[in-house]
Protein backbone atom coordinates (compact mmCIF):
# COMPACT_ATOMS: atom_id res chain seq x y z
CA UNK A 1 0.00 0.00 0.00
CA UNK A 2 1.27 3.68 -1.02
CA UNK A 3 0.57 7.13 -0.18
CA UNK A 4 1.88 7.78 -4.13
CA UNK A 5 1.59 6.34 -7.20
CA UNK A 6 4.52 3.37 -7.73
CA UNK A 7 4.96 2.61 -10.58
CA UNK A 8 6.87 -0.58 -11.48
CA UNK A 9 7.77 -1.69 -15.18
CA UNK A 10 8.39 -5.37 -15.98
CA UNK A 11 10.06 -7.43 -18.44
CA UNK A 12 9.35 -10.40 -18.74
CA UNK A 13 11.96 -11.39 -21.14
CA UNK A 14 15.20 -9.13 -22.71
CA UNK A 15 14.73 -5.91 -25.18
CA UNK A 16 12.64 -6.63 -27.98
CA UNK A 17 11.59 -10.32 -27.14
CA UNK A 18 8.34 -11.44 -26.79
CA UNK A 19 7.93 -14.11 -24.60
CA UNK A 20 7.16 -18.15 -25.44
CA UNK A 21 3.78 -18.46 -26.05
CA UNK A 22 2.39 -14.81 -26.47
CA UNK A 23 -0.46 -14.36 -27.96
CA UNK A 24 -3.09 -11.41 -29.61
CA UNK A 25 -5.82 -10.62 -26.98
CA UNK A 26 -2.97 -11.85 -24.14
CA UNK A 27 -3.01 -8.82 -21.90
CA UNK A 28 -0.04 -9.22 -18.53
CA UNK A 29 -1.65 -6.68 -16.46
CA UNK A 30 -5.20 -5.71 -15.22
CA UNK A 31 -5.96 -2.82 -13.57
CA UNK A 32 -9.43 -1.74 -11.88
CA UNK A 33 -10.23 1.80 -10.89
CA UNK A 34 -13.20 2.83 -8.89
CA UNK A 35 -14.24 5.28 -11.59
CA UNK A 36 -13.51 6.52 -15.23
CA UNK A 37 -11.94 9.33 -14.52
CA UNK A 38 -9.67 7.89 -12.53
CA UNK A 39 -9.38 4.78 -15.03
CA UNK A 40 -8.54 7.58 -17.96
CA UNK A 41 -6.09 9.59 -15.83
CA UNK A 42 -4.04 6.24 -15.60
CA UNK A 43 -4.62 4.75 -19.22
CA UNK A 44 -2.82 8.02 -19.85
CA UNK A 45 -0.11 7.80 -17.84
CA UNK A 46 0.54 3.97 -19.34
CA UNK A 47 0.66 5.44 -22.66
CA UNK A 48 3.10 8.06 -21.79
CA UNK A 49 5.41 5.02 -20.30
CA UNK A 50 5.09 2.81 -22.61
CA UNK A 51 6.84 5.69 -25.09
CA UNK A 52 10.24 5.00 -23.68
CA UNK A 53 9.70 1.05 -23.61
CA UNK A 54 11.02 -1.03 -25.94
CA UNK A 55 9.75 -3.59 -27.26
CA UNK A 56 6.84 -1.26 -27.15
CA UNK A 57 3.72 -1.41 -24.17
CA UNK A 58 -0.22 -1.48 -26.00
CA UNK A 59 -2.46 -0.73 -23.64
CA UNK A 60 -6.51 -0.46 -24.01
CA UNK A 61 -9.15 1.55 -21.56
CA UNK A 62 -12.17 -0.53 -20.99
CA UNK A 63 -14.76 1.84 -19.12
CA UNK A 64 -18.39 2.65 -20.12
CA UNK A 65 -19.37 5.86 -22.39
CA UNK A 66 -17.02 4.73 -24.99
CA UNK A 67 -16.40 2.62 -28.59
CA UNK A 68 -16.91 -0.92 -27.28
CA UNK A 69 -16.01 -1.36 -31.33
CA UNK A 70 -13.02 0.41 -31.03
CA UNK A 71 -12.39 -1.36 -27.62
CA UNK A 72 -12.49 -5.00 -29.09
CA UNK A 73 -10.67 -4.00 -32.03
CA UNK A 74 -7.87 -2.98 -29.50
CA UNK A 75 -8.19 -6.18 -27.56
CA UNK A 76 -8.33 -8.63 -30.66
CA UNK A 77 -5.17 -6.49 -32.12
CA UNK A 78 -3.15 -7.44 -28.84
CA UNK A 79 -2.87 -5.17 -25.43
CA UNK A 80 -0.09 -5.95 -22.42
CA UNK A 81 -2.16 -3.51 -20.11
CA UNK A 82 -5.88 -3.28 -19.89
CA UNK A 83 -6.70 -0.60 -17.44
CA UNK A 84 -10.46 -0.08 -16.70
CA UNK A 85 -14.11 -0.30 -14.29
CA UNK A 86 -14.73 -3.88 -13.06
CA UNK A 87 -18.11 -4.30 -14.73
CA UNK A 88 -16.81 -3.17 -18.10
CA UNK A 89 -13.70 -5.85 -18.17
CA UNK A 90 -16.02 -8.39 -16.60
CA UNK A 91 -18.29 -7.67 -19.73
CA UNK A 92 -15.34 -8.11 -22.21
CA UNK A 93 -14.28 -10.96 -20.31
CA UNK A 94 -17.15 -13.05 -20.42
CA UNK A 95 -18.07 -12.40 -23.92
CA UNK A 96 -14.69 -13.38 -25.21
CA UNK A 97 -13.75 -9.90 -26.12
CA UNK A 98 -10.93 -10.15 -23.47
CA UNK A 99 -8.47 -13.03 -23.05
CA UNK A 100 -7.24 -13.74 -19.74
CA UNK A 101 -4.82 -16.71 -19.92
CA UNK A 102 -1.47 -15.26 -19.83
CA UNK A 103 -2.38 -12.43 -16.56
CA UNK A 104 0.64 -11.86 -14.37
CA UNK A 105 -0.45 -8.56 -12.61
CA UNK A 106 -3.83 -7.73 -10.95
CA UNK A 107 -3.80 -4.10 -9.51
CA UNK A 108 -6.22 -2.13 -7.67
CA UNK A 109 -6.08 0.74 -7.40
CA UNK A 110 -7.80 3.03 -4.71
CA UNK A 111 -8.58 -0.08 -3.21
CA UNK A 112 -10.57 0.78 -0.40
CA UNK A 113 -12.78 2.94 -2.76
CA UNK A 114 -13.36 -0.27 -4.80
CA UNK A 115 -14.42 -1.81 -2.06
CA UNK A 116 -17.10 0.89 -1.36
CA UNK A 117 -18.44 1.28 -4.26
CA UNK A 118 -19.65 -2.39 -4.04
CA UNK A 119 -17.19 -3.80 -6.17
CA UNK A 120 -15.89 -6.77 -4.05
CA UNK A 121 -18.03 -9.47 -6.19
CA UNK A 122 -16.65 -8.39 -9.30
CA UNK A 123 -12.63 -8.54 -8.00
CA UNK A 124 -13.40 -11.73 -6.78
CA UNK A 125 -15.19 -12.76 -10.04
CA UNK A 126 -11.80 -11.66 -12.25
CA UNK A 127 -9.57 -13.18 -9.47
CA UNK A 128 -11.06 -16.45 -10.01
CA UNK A 129 -10.64 -16.17 -14.00
CA UNK A 130 -6.90 -15.59 -14.15
CA UNK A 131 -4.10 -18.59 -14.37
CA UNK A 132 -2.81 -18.73 -10.46
CA UNK A 133 -1.19 -22.26 -10.83
CA UNK A 134 2.37 -20.70 -12.06
CA UNK A 135 5.52 -20.81 -10.16
CA UNK A 136 8.36 -17.94 -9.93
CA UNK A 137 7.72 -14.97 -11.77
CA UNK A 138 4.89 -16.39 -13.67
CA UNK A 139 2.67 -16.29 -10.63
CA UNK A 140 -0.23 -13.97 -10.43
CA UNK A 141 0.68 -10.79 -8.63
CA UNK A 142 -1.72 -8.82 -6.77
CA UNK A 143 -0.89 -5.32 -6.05
CA UNK A 144 -3.40 -2.72 -3.86
CA UNK A 145 -2.82 0.78 -3.91
CA UNK A 146 -4.21 3.40 -1.58
CA UNK A 147 -3.10 6.40 0.40
CA UNK A 148 -5.52 4.43 2.95
CA UNK A 149 -5.02 0.84 3.24
CA UNK A 150 -5.31 0.30 6.69
CA UNK A 151 -9.12 -0.70 6.78
CA UNK A 152 -9.90 -4.17 8.44
CA UNK A 153 -11.78 -4.73 5.14
CA UNK A 154 -8.33 -4.15 3.16
CA UNK A 155 -6.82 -6.77 5.27
CA UNK A 156 -9.29 -9.47 4.89
CA UNK A 157 -9.38 -8.85 0.83
CA UNK A 158 -5.71 -9.12 1.12
CA UNK A 159 -5.66 -12.68 2.79
CA UNK A 160 -8.43 -13.59 -0.14
CA UNK A 161 -6.37 -12.63 -2.84
CA UNK A 162 -2.45 -12.74 -1.39
CA UNK A 163 -0.03 -15.15 -0.54
CA UNK A 164 1.92 -13.62 2.51
CA UNK A 165 1.46 -10.23 1.16
CA UNK A 166 4.14 -7.23 1.86
CA UNK A 167 2.71 -3.98 2.76
CA UNK A 168 4.54 -1.01 1.64
CA UNK A 169 3.59 2.14 4.10
CA UNK A 170 5.50 4.77 2.78
CA UNK A 171 4.36 7.60 5.28
CA UNK A 172 2.41 6.05 7.70
CA UNK A 173 -1.63 5.24 8.47
CA UNK A 174 -1.97 8.88 9.64
CA UNK A 175 -0.21 10.70 7.70
CA UNK A 176 -1.19 14.05 5.83
CA UNK A 177 1.69 16.48 4.39
CA UNK A 178 2.54 19.36 6.24
CA UNK A 179 2.02 21.36 3.28
CA UNK A 180 -1.26 21.07 3.72
CA UNK A 181 -3.08 23.75 6.02
CA UNK A 182 -6.53 22.15 7.75
CA UNK A 183 -9.16 24.91 8.62
CA UNK A 184 -13.06 24.44 10.08
CA UNK A 185 -15.78 27.10 8.98
CA UNK A 186 -18.49 26.79 11.53
CA UNK A 187 -21.94 27.70 10.79
CA UNK A 188 -24.97 28.07 13.04
CA UNK A 189 -28.38 28.35 12.10
CA UNK A 190 -29.56 29.26 15.89
CA UNK A 191 -26.80 32.55 15.65
CA UNK A 192 -27.62 33.46 12.26
CA UNK A 193 -31.09 33.88 11.44
CA UNK A 194 -31.13 35.21 8.42
CA UNK A 195 -30.40 32.20 6.99
CA UNK A 196 -33.77 32.11 4.46
CA UNK A 197 -32.73 36.13 3.23
CA UNK A 198 -29.70 34.59 1.26
CA UNK A 199 -29.07 36.29 -2.44
CA UNK A 200 -29.28 34.25 -4.71
CA UNK A 201 -31.19 31.85 -3.01
CA UNK A 202 -29.82 28.35 -3.28
CA UNK A 203 -31.43 25.76 -4.20
CA UNK A 204 -31.28 22.66 -1.42
CA UNK A 205 -31.86 19.22 -1.02
CA UNK A 206 -35.91 18.88 -0.98
CA UNK A 207 -35.55 16.62 2.43
CA UNK A 208 -37.58 19.43 4.66
CA UNK A 209 -40.12 19.97 1.65
CA UNK A 210 -42.91 18.57 4.03
CA UNK A 211 -41.90 20.36 7.80
CA UNK A 212 -42.57 24.33 6.82
CA UNK A 213 -38.80 25.16 8.59
CA UNK A 214 -38.51 28.46 9.66
CA UNK A 215 -35.61 30.99 11.29
CA UNK A 216 -38.03 31.94 14.21
CA UNK A 217 -38.08 28.43 15.98
CA UNK A 218 -35.16 26.05 16.81
CA UNK A 219 -36.81 22.88 15.69
CA UNK A 220 -34.71 19.88 14.84
CA UNK A 221 -35.92 20.47 11.08
CA UNK A 222 -35.75 24.26 10.69
CA UNK A 223 -32.10 24.38 12.32
CA UNK A 224 -31.35 21.51 9.51
CA UNK A 225 -32.75 23.76 6.37
CA UNK A 226 -30.72 26.56 8.46
CA UNK A 227 -26.92 25.39 7.84
CA UNK A 228 -27.67 24.19 4.36
CA UNK A 229 -28.44 27.73 3.16
CA UNK A 230 -25.79 28.68 5.38
CA UNK A 231 -23.02 26.98 3.79
CA UNK A 232 -23.88 28.46 0.47
CA UNK A 233 -23.21 31.83 1.76
CA UNK A 234 -20.18 30.71 3.88
CA UNK A 235 -18.87 28.99 0.79
CA UNK A 236 -19.15 32.75 -1.11
CA UNK A 237 -17.15 34.46 1.71
CA UNK A 238 -14.47 32.05 1.85
CA UNK A 239 -13.87 32.08 -1.74
CA UNK A 240 -14.05 36.06 -2.39
CA UNK A 241 -11.96 36.38 1.26
CA UNK A 242 -8.87 34.58 0.05
CA UNK A 243 -9.48 35.18 -3.98
CA UNK A 244 -9.60 32.16 -4.48
CA UNK A 245 -8.53 31.27 -8.59
CA UNK A 246 -8.90 27.38 -8.91
CA UNK A 247 -10.69 25.18 -5.94
CA UNK A 248 -11.92 21.92 -5.89
CA UNK A 249 -15.13 21.70 -3.84
CA UNK A 250 -16.35 18.42 -2.73
CA UNK A 251 -20.13 17.70 -2.11
CA UNK A 252 -21.53 14.34 -0.29
CA UNK A 253 -24.04 13.55 -3.74
CA UNK A 254 -24.53 14.29 -6.76
CA UNK A 255 -27.98 16.14 -6.57
CA UNK A 256 -25.34 18.48 -3.78
CA UNK A 257 -23.35 18.86 -6.98
CA UNK A 258 -26.09 19.63 -9.22
CA UNK A 259 -27.07 22.31 -6.40
CA UNK A 260 -23.93 23.97 -5.72
CA UNK A 261 -23.45 24.32 -9.40
CA UNK A 262 -27.05 26.07 -9.94
CA UNK A 263 -25.83 28.45 -7.22
CA UNK A 264 -22.45 29.05 -9.03
CA UNK A 265 -23.99 29.79 -12.38
CA UNK A 266 -26.32 32.27 -10.60
CA UNK A 267 -23.69 34.23 -8.55
CA UNK A 268 -21.81 34.62 -11.94
CA UNK A 269 -25.05 36.28 -13.87
CA UNK A 270 -26.60 32.80 -15.28
CA UNK A 271 -24.48 31.36 -17.57
CA UNK A 272 -22.93 27.96 -17.28
CA UNK A 273 -19.77 26.93 -18.64
CA UNK A 274 -20.21 26.04 -22.19
CA UNK A 275 -16.92 25.67 -23.42
CA UNK A 276 -13.26 27.89 -23.48
CA UNK A 277 -14.34 31.58 -24.06
CA UNK A 278 -11.84 33.69 -25.69
CA UNK A 279 -13.07 37.03 -25.18
CA UNK A 280 -15.40 38.71 -22.46
CA UNK A 281 -15.66 39.46 -18.85
CA UNK A 282 -14.52 36.42 -16.87
CA UNK A 283 -16.68 35.10 -14.39
CA UNK A 284 -15.57 34.68 -11.42
CA UNK A 285 -17.30 31.60 -10.18
CA UNK A 286 -17.21 29.87 -13.42
CA UNK A 287 -17.43 26.46 -12.42
CA UNK A 288 -17.78 22.57 -13.71
CA UNK A 289 -18.58 19.53 -12.10
CA UNK A 290 -17.72 16.39 -11.87
CA UNK A 291 -19.82 13.96 -10.16
CA UNK A 292 -20.87 10.54 -11.43
CA UNK A 293 -24.32 11.31 -12.96
CA UNK A 294 -22.61 12.93 -15.88
CA UNK A 295 -21.85 11.48 -18.96
CA UNK A 296 -18.13 10.11 -19.72
CA UNK A 297 -17.40 13.10 -22.49
CA UNK A 298 -18.71 16.13 -20.21
CA UNK A 299 -16.69 14.32 -17.39
CA UNK A 300 -13.64 14.28 -20.25
CA UNK A 301 -14.51 17.92 -20.95
CA UNK A 302 -14.75 19.69 -17.63
CA UNK A 303 -11.73 18.18 -16.01
CA UNK A 304 -9.74 19.30 -18.92
CA UNK A 305 -11.06 22.86 -18.53
CA UNK A 306 -10.03 22.83 -14.96
CA UNK A 307 -6.73 21.65 -15.08
CA UNK A 308 -5.86 24.32 -18.06
CA UNK A 309 -7.27 26.67 -15.92
CA UNK A 310 -10.32 27.44 -18.52
CA UNK A 311 -12.67 27.76 -14.99
CA UNK A 312 -12.25 28.27 -11.32
CA UNK A 313 -13.90 25.34 -9.36
CA UNK A 314 -14.40 21.81 -9.85
CA UNK A 315 -17.53 20.49 -7.98
CA UNK A 316 -17.00 16.86 -7.48
CA UNK A 317 -18.23 13.59 -5.13
CA UNK A 318 -15.76 11.86 -3.90
CA UNK A 319 -16.14 8.82 -5.86
CA UNK A 320 -15.60 10.84 -8.99
CA UNK A 321 -12.63 12.68 -7.62
CA UNK A 322 -10.60 10.02 -5.88
CA UNK A 323 -7.16 9.57 -7.19
CA UNK A 324 -7.22 12.59 -9.35
CA UNK A 325 -4.02 14.95 -9.73
CA UNK A 326 -4.00 18.37 -9.97
CA UNK A 327 -1.00 20.00 -10.26
CA UNK A 328 -0.48 22.87 -7.90
CA UNK A 329 -3.57 23.08 -6.69
CA UNK A 330 -4.18 25.67 -3.85
CA UNK A 331 -7.91 25.07 -2.46
CA UNK A 332 -9.85 22.16 -1.46
CA UNK A 333 -13.20 22.53 0.14
CA UNK A 334 -15.62 20.46 1.59
CA UNK A 335 -18.81 21.13 1.60
CA UNK A 336 -19.94 18.79 4.19
CA UNK A 337 -17.22 16.69 6.40
CA UNK A 338 -17.24 12.93 4.77
CA UNK A 339 -18.48 10.53 6.76
CA UNK A 340 -15.02 8.63 7.33
CA UNK A 341 -12.20 10.39 8.58
CA UNK A 342 -10.45 7.54 5.88
CA UNK A 343 -11.75 10.29 2.78
CA UNK A 344 -11.33 13.21 4.26
CA UNK A 345 -7.31 12.07 4.16
CA UNK A 346 -8.63 11.24 0.39
CA UNK A 347 -9.62 14.80 -0.11
CA UNK A 348 -7.45 17.01 1.20
CA UNK A 349 -4.59 14.75 -0.20
CA UNK A 350 -5.47 16.94 -3.89
CA UNK A 351 -3.55 19.81 -1.84
CA UNK A 352 0.15 19.82 -0.55
CA UNK A 353 1.32 17.98 -3.45
CA UNK A 354 5.04 18.09 -4.08
CA UNK A 355 5.95 20.45 -1.22
CA UNK A 356 3.16 22.81 -3.09
CA UNK A 357 1.68 24.87 0.04
CA UNK A 358 -2.62 23.82 -0.04
CA UNK A 359 -5.35 24.73 2.02
CA UNK A 360 -7.84 22.63 2.83
CA UNK A 361 -11.33 24.39 4.29
CA UNK A 362 -14.79 22.21 5.62
CA UNK A 363 -17.70 24.01 6.40
CA UNK A 364 -19.47 22.36 9.84
CA UNK A 365 -22.32 22.59 10.52
CA UNK A 366 -23.08 22.91 14.71
CA UNK A 367 -26.41 21.34 14.45
CA UNK A 368 -27.48 18.68 13.08
CA UNK A 369 -28.00 18.37 9.27
CA UNK A 370 -30.62 15.94 7.96
CA UNK A 371 -29.54 14.53 5.12
CA UNK A 372 -30.19 12.10 2.28
CA UNK A 373 -29.08 8.49 2.81
CA UNK A 374 -30.75 5.98 0.58
CA UNK A 375 -29.67 2.46 -0.12
CA UNK A 376 -32.23 1.62 -2.60
CA UNK A 377 -30.18 0.81 -5.90
CA UNK A 378 -31.92 3.49 -9.11
CA UNK A 379 -34.24 5.26 -6.32
CA UNK A 380 -34.30 9.03 -6.26
CA UNK A 381 -36.48 10.28 -3.80
CA UNK A 382 -34.91 13.75 -3.44
CA UNK A 383 -35.78 14.76 -6.97
CA UNK A 384 -39.91 14.02 -6.02
CA UNK A 385 -39.71 13.66 -2.54
CA UNK A 386 -42.92 12.04 -0.83
CA UNK A 387 -43.87 11.73 3.21
CA UNK A 388 -42.29 8.37 3.12
CA UNK A 389 -38.82 9.29 1.69
CA UNK A 390 -38.49 11.87 4.32
CA UNK A 391 -38.33 9.73 7.24
CA UNK A 392 -35.19 7.96 8.55
CA UNK A 393 -33.92 4.95 8.00
CA UNK A 394 -34.77 3.96 10.84
CA UNK A 395 -38.84 4.31 10.15
CA UNK A 396 -38.84 2.94 6.59
CA UNK A 397 -37.65 6.14 4.75
CA UNK A 398 -34.06 7.56 2.88
CA UNK A 399 -32.46 9.83 5.21
CA UNK A 400 -30.02 9.82 8.48
CA UNK A 401 -29.48 12.79 10.49
CA UNK A 402 -25.92 14.09 10.12
CA UNK A 403 -23.57 15.48 13.17
CA UNK A 404 -20.92 17.17 11.70
CA UNK A 405 -19.00 17.87 14.96
CA UNK A 406 -18.64 14.64 15.70
CA UNK A 407 -17.47 13.71 12.54
CA UNK A 408 -14.77 16.68 13.16
CA UNK A 409 -13.80 15.22 16.26
CA UNK A 410 -13.03 11.92 14.01
CA UNK A 411 -10.76 13.88 11.87
CA UNK A 412 -9.17 15.80 14.44
CA UNK A 413 -8.15 12.21 16.14
CA UNK A 414 -6.87 11.15 12.55
CA UNK A 415 -4.56 14.57 12.26
CA UNK A 416 -3.55 14.28 15.74
CA UNK A 417 -4.07 17.63 16.39
CA UNK A 418 -7.11 20.00 16.61
CA UNK A 419 -8.05 21.41 13.08
CA UNK A 420 -8.26 25.82 13.35
CA UNK A 421 -11.24 27.59 13.34
CA UNK A 422 -11.43 30.70 11.32
CA UNK A 423 -11.97 33.81 12.89
CA UNK A 424 -14.68 36.63 11.77
CA UNK A 425 -12.14 37.57 9.13
CA UNK A 426 -12.27 34.08 8.21
CA UNK A 427 -8.52 33.72 7.90
CA UNK A 428 -5.97 31.54 9.71
CA UNK A 429 -2.65 32.10 11.58
CA UNK A 430 -0.93 28.87 10.82
CA UNK A 431 2.52 29.26 9.30
CA UNK A 432 4.32 26.64 7.75
CA UNK A 433 6.02 23.83 9.37
CA UNK A 434 9.47 25.27 9.75
CA UNK A 435 8.70 28.83 8.59
CA UNK A 436 8.98 31.68 10.84
CA UNK A 437 5.73 32.20 12.10
CA UNK A 438 3.85 35.45 10.49
CA UNK A 439 5.65 34.28 7.54
CA UNK A 440 3.67 35.35 3.85
CA UNK A 441 2.15 31.62 2.79
CA UNK A 442 1.05 31.61 -0.94
CA UNK A 443 -1.41 28.35 -1.42
CA UNK A 444 0.08 26.98 -4.87
CA UNK A 445 3.44 27.67 -5.02
CA UNK A 446 6.34 25.67 -3.36
CA UNK A 447 7.12 26.13 0.20
CA UNK A 448 9.55 29.11 0.93
CA UNK A 449 8.77 29.83 -2.82
CA UNK A 450 11.62 29.25 -5.82
CA UNK A 451 11.64 25.76 -6.66
CA UNK A 452 9.73 23.32 -4.33
CA UNK A 453 11.90 20.63 -2.23
CA UNK A 454 11.01 17.83 -4.06
CA UNK A 455 12.23 19.29 -7.31
CA UNK A 456 15.69 20.44 -5.71
CA UNK A 457 16.02 17.31 -4.41
CA UNK A 458 15.84 15.75 -7.58
CA UNK A 459 17.84 17.83 -9.54
CA UNK A 460 20.93 17.13 -6.95
CA UNK A 461 20.28 13.27 -7.53
CA UNK A 462 20.73 14.07 -11.16
CA UNK A 463 23.57 16.74 -10.89
CA UNK A 464 26.42 13.77 -11.05
CA UNK A 465 24.89 11.72 -14.20
CA UNK A 466 24.60 15.12 -16.03
CA UNK A 467 28.40 15.98 -15.11
CA UNK A 468 29.12 12.48 -16.29
CA UNK A 469 27.10 12.72 -19.15
CA UNK A 470 28.37 16.28 -20.25
CA UNK A 471 32.00 14.12 -19.43
CA UNK A 472 31.21 11.28 -22.04
CA UNK A 473 29.73 14.28 -24.72
CA UNK A 474 33.40 15.73 -24.44
CA UNK A 475 35.18 12.33 -24.73
CA UNK A 476 32.83 11.38 -27.96
CA UNK A 477 33.50 14.57 -29.51
CA UNK A 478 37.69 14.46 -28.94
CA UNK A 479 37.60 11.31 -30.51
CA UNK A 480 35.36 12.24 -33.13
CA UNK A 481 37.90 14.54 -34.12
CA UNK A 482 40.72 12.53 -33.25
CA UNK A 483 39.72 9.90 -36.05
CA UNK A 484 38.22 12.46 -38.81
CA UNK A 485 42.25 14.01 -38.30
CA UNK A 486 43.61 10.14 -38.86
CA UNK A 487 41.61 9.06 -41.39
CA UNK A 488 42.32 12.63 -43.19
CA UNK A 489 38.99 13.76 -43.21
CA UNK A 490 37.73 17.28 -44.04
Known amino acids: CSTHRVVRVV????????????????????????????????????VEFGKYLQPAIHSVLLVGGMDSGAQSR?????????????????????????????VRFFVLDEADRLLDTGSLDSIMKLY???????????????????????????????EKLCSHPTWVDLKGKDSVPETVHHAVALVSAKTDRAWNQIEPRPRT????????PSPSNNSPESLSEGVKYLKFQMLRRLIDTYKMDQCIIFCRTNF????????????????????????????????????GGRPMEERRRNLQAFKEGDIRFMICTDVAARGLDIKELPYVINMTLPDRSEDYIHRVGRVGRADVMGLAISIVAEEKEKV???????????????????????????????????MLKEVETRLGAPVERVGASLTISTAPSGEASGSAVIYGQAKGGGHSKVASEHMEELRPNIAALAALEVQAQTSFFALQKTLGCK
Open 372 to 406: WYCSKKGYKPWLNPQRGDVKTNDQGGHTIWYDEME
Open 74 to 102: ACRDGVDVVTGTPARIIDFAESGKLDLSK
Open 256 to 291: DVDNLEDFFVKLGGGGAYRGKAESGKENPYSCVALA
Open 205 to 212: DNIHVFDN
Open 128 to 158: RLFPKQQQGSSRLQVLMFSATLHAPEIKELS
Open 11 to 46: RPCGPGVRPEGWTARSPRAIILEPARDLAEQTAKCI
